[in-house]
């Protein structure tokens, strides 16, 4: 898509208005659609709209990276922003790491925007840090499901600590922001653990029990790391981690999925399983696999 500068300008100054009156935290009423990591695979996004339906028969709720790794990241996010604009109420969009400005510069997004409109990529790349800054942290469905892109965080003492927490939020780089759109659950972890990834933190089932009692929820959807099988749950079943990216990158032969929550809060698995020869046995013995290298900060 070739998109002009003053189409750039105006989606993200629109979309911009909105992610300004949105809290932190934000609730979200069933039925819904949760989709984990897009990483800039468009055709992949196009096919789950087509297949799930789109907004604003659908209601969506994405956690985030939608840009950097895959080669359409400028696709993904005005696409996104477009139908945010439009239908404000029936899709939600939450931050990933990758919404980082320190993050997407390394990672692909700039040179993708340089690369798209040469003469004014730097100020594109820059007008979308801005509105980054400015996108909610988590998502609360019908109070019993919490939705967010990374994990937990130690600060992390009441809801109301993230739902009133002041946007914009500018390369958050410690706290409970920060940790949220960093952290992974662990087994092997009692408590918390500093995250090899350089940032955040990794943490045990006996945390997720603990704030699962604590903030009167039921689960915890979150994103962040690539599954084999697009979808890992730990903790009985309290923390779901989902991926929507399949044949990630082209590197992995991964399948993806997508959380679809009714009006009851029960909680379908749908998962999209690329035509790969042998794939139900790789899923079945990998069962899970990430690179945590990937994400890793210098």
């Not at 935290?25 to 897009?38: E, K, T």
């Not at 990794?202 to 699962?212: A, H, L, Q």
């Amino acid at each position: 898509m070739k998109y002009t500068k003053e189409e750039y300008d105006n989606i993200i100054y629109e979309v911009s208005q909105i992610f300004s009156s949105e809290k932190a935290l934000i609730d979200v009423d069933p039925p819904c659609v949760v989709v984990g990591d897009l990483h800039g695979q468009f055709n992949d996004l196009m096919n789950m709209f087509v297949l799930l339906g789109r907004p604003p028969e659908v209601v969506y709720v994405f956690t985030g990276d939608y840009v950097d790794r895959g080669a359409m990241s400028l696709e993904c996010i005005m696409l996104l922003f477009a139908y945010k604009i439009c239908y404000p109420e029936n899709i939600y969009l939450l931050r990933g790491n990758h919404e980082i400005a320190r993050v997407n510069k390394k990672y692909g997004f700039y040179d993708e925007c340089i690369g798209a409109i040469p003469k004014y990529g730097e100020e594109v790349w820059a007008l979308f840090q801005r509105c980054f800054n400015n996108l909610p942290i988590a998502a609360l469905i019908a109070t019993k499901i919490l939705c967010m892109h990374g994990g937990l965080s130690p600060s992390l003492v009441t809801l109301d600590d993230l739902r009133y927490h002041k946007k914009p939020i500018r390369n958050p780089f410690r706290g409970i922001v920060n940790d949220m759109l960093w952290a992974d659950p662990d087994p092997s972890v009692f408590e918390w653990k500093t995250s090899t990834r350089g940032s955040g933190f990794v943490f045990g089932t006996n945390v997720i029990d603990d704030v699962c009692t604590r903030l009167g929820i039921e689960l915890i959807i979150r994103a962040h790391q690539m599954c084999f099988d697009g979808y890992w749950t730990v903790a009985g079943r309290k923390l779901i981690t989902i991926f929507s990216a399949p044949v990630y990158c082209n590197l992995y032969k991964n399948a993806a999925s997508v959380l679809r929550v009714d009006e009851k809060l029960c909680v379908q698995v749908i998962a999209f399983v690329p035509e790969t020869r042998d794939i139900e046995r790789l899923i079945k013995t990998k069962n899970r696999v990430w690179d945590h290298t990937l994400d890793n900060l210098d």
